[in-house]
T-cell receptor, first 116, second 118 residues
Framework: AQSVTQPDIHITVSEGASLELRCNYS??????LFWYVQSPGQGLQLLLK??????LVQGIKGFEAEFKRSQSSFNLRKPSVHWSDAAEYFC??????????????FGTGTRLKVLA | EAGVTQFPSHSVIEKGQTVTLRCDPI?????LYWYRRVMGKEIKFLLH????????ESGMPNNRFLAERTGGTYSTLKVQPAELEDSGVYFC????????????????FGPGTRLTVL
């Protein structure tokens, strides 16, 4: 069965420091991969997605992620974190079920705290 | 353009009571999805509407959950009777029709309804 693992439940970084959030997936076929962010009181917002091609994907808000098939990973990175990046981040695999429905399989999320 | 909206934002009820959650999708989006996140767990798919029809309800936990989308606009998710394990955050998402070979249509999520069953 497909699954997504985010091994870090909480991460704390200082403002201006670099950030890497880990994501590993288990999926038989070529995965469609996503990172979402949820800020307090907001809905899940798509940061970036990977379907194929260049394995380094650029997203919004200065985030990027790198797909590594050999490691089944899709880690999210940002070179310099801003206080406004404090939020919860979700990695997800997208797949089309036999019903025709396109579904996301999410990880458990990583909550990011940013120190001033 | 308004995003996906959900009402209420929070609901606290006692075990055995009934609660109805509402989702208003982005205007023009035929696809509407419900997901749920139980505390500390991953966000899980519940069901998918295409217009007013249920395309996939494989994630619905049991028959205490009833989802409707009359007229193909807003949707409601009723829990009756609520149990302690139903506590969590219920997310709604909507998307346009999938087009193209990627068969992918971005789902836009609402802020969620936090349900607490005491």
């Amino acid at each position: 069965a497909q699954s997504v693992t985010q091994p870090d439940i909480h991460i704390t970084v200082s403002e201006g420091a670099s950030l890497e959030l880990r994501c590993n997936y288990s999926y038989g076929a070529t995965p469609y991969l996503f990172w979402y962010v949820q800020s307090p009181g907001q809905g899940l917002q798509l940061l970036l997605k990977y379907f194929s091609g260049d394995t380094l994907v650029q997203g919004i808000k200065g985030f990027e992620a790198e797909f590594k098939r050999s490691q089944s990973s899709f880690n999210l990175r940002k070179p310099s974190v801003h206080w406004s990046d404090a939020a919860e981040y979700f990695c997800a695999v997208g797949r089309r079920a036999t019903s025709g429905t396109y579904k996301y399989i999410f990880g458990t999320g990583t909550r990011l705290k940013v120190l001033a | 353009e308004a995003g996906v909206t959900q009402f209420p934002s929070h609901s606290v009820i006692e075990k055995g009571q009934t609660v109805t959650l509402r989702c208003d999708p982005i205007s023009g989006h035929d696809n509407l999805y419900w997901y749920r996140r139980v505390m500390g767990k991953e966000i899980k798919f519940l069901l998918h509407f295409v217009k007013e029809s249920k395309q996939d309800e494989s994630g619905m936990p049991n028959n205490r959950f009833l989802a409707e989308r009359t007229g193909g606009t807003y949707s409601t998710l009723k829990v009756q009777p609520a149990e302690l394990e139903d506590s969590g955050v219920y997310f709604c998402a909507s998307s346009q029709d999938a087009k193209g070979v990627l068969h992918y249509n971005e789902q836009f999520f609402g802020p969620g309804t936090r349900l607490t069953v005491l």
